[in-house]
């Protein structure tokens, strides 16, 4: 079994990652959630969709389906993540132990951006982004047909017989520089877009929180009204004893 550290903080960071995860249905209580293995192959598929296939992990309150999904879910996927889960590990998601999913969600995400890292070091030749990298260094690329004109024209001048003196081989045009000023537009507009994208990401994240604590503050607030419920019911039932 890995230990993993599990306080406040972690806690609070793995919850706003799974907040901004899109799932099939609501996360409430996130022990109970998750038990079934569903939502984690869900978390997975969402970052790595051609490495879980859904369809075999169906939702379930029976134990045994649960296991089974949980079995299935390492043999197929947590194994291809190096990830390993012991008999009692799954026992304690499958019984909703707190802390439990936590912690192997803490995993999960950094096994996930470990396999992301990779991929941008080693980008796929069908990339679009390498397919990119190609073209501004085919467009960089000094022009190659200038000397085959300017080595033609050379032979033609040798094979005539008298020159005139005042004849003048132009010069192969020389490329003109929309190939260059394109490039660095283009780089200035993948700046602006890396900058765009920072200032979106950062406000998704900050509005995730708010709604982590919104969710907090609901629960609070909940659990409040429900001892005051039951401090109400106390006294009543004190006032008949005390009135018998």
């Known amino acids: 079994m890995t230990h993993v550290a599990l306080d406040d903080e972690a806690r609070h960071e793995i ?100 396999v992301s890292a990779r991929s941008e070091e080693h980008p796929s030749r069908s990339d679009p982004r390498g397919d990119e990298h190609r073209l501004q260094r085919h467009l960089s690329a000094p022009s190659r047909s200038a000397p085959s004109v300017a080595t033609a024209s050379a032979a033609n001048q040798q094979h005539t017989p008298a020159p005139a003196p005042t004849l003048r081989v132009a010069p192969p045009p020389q490329p003109p520089p929309v190939s260059n000023t394109s490039i660095g537009l283009a780089d200035l507009h993948d700046g602006s877009s890396i900058a765009n994208g920072d200032l979106m990401e950062e406000n998704t994240l900050l509005k995730q929180k708010i709604a982590t604590l919104e969710k907090l503050l609901a629960v609070k607030n909940e659990r409040i009204l429900a001892l005051e419920r039951k401090i109400e019911h106390l006294e009543v039932k004190l006032k008949q004893r005390n009135g018998a």
């Open 15 to 114: 919850y706003l990652w799974v907040d901004g995860i899109p799932l099939s249905r609501s996360k409430g209580y996130i022990s109970r959630d998750f038990a079934d293995g569903v939502l984690l192959a869900e978390v997975i598929h969402h970052f790595l969709p051609k490495l879980v296939e859904l369809h075999n992990y169906q939702s379930t309150t029976n134990s045994e389906a649960k296991r089974k999904n949980w079995e299935t879910l390492q043999q197929k996927v947590l194994k291809r993540l190096q990830l390993k889960l012991s008999a009692d590990e799954i026992d304690a998601l499958i019984s909703a132990k707190p802390g439990a999913i936590e912690r192997v969600l803490i995993r999960v995400r950094s096994a996930i951006m470990r």
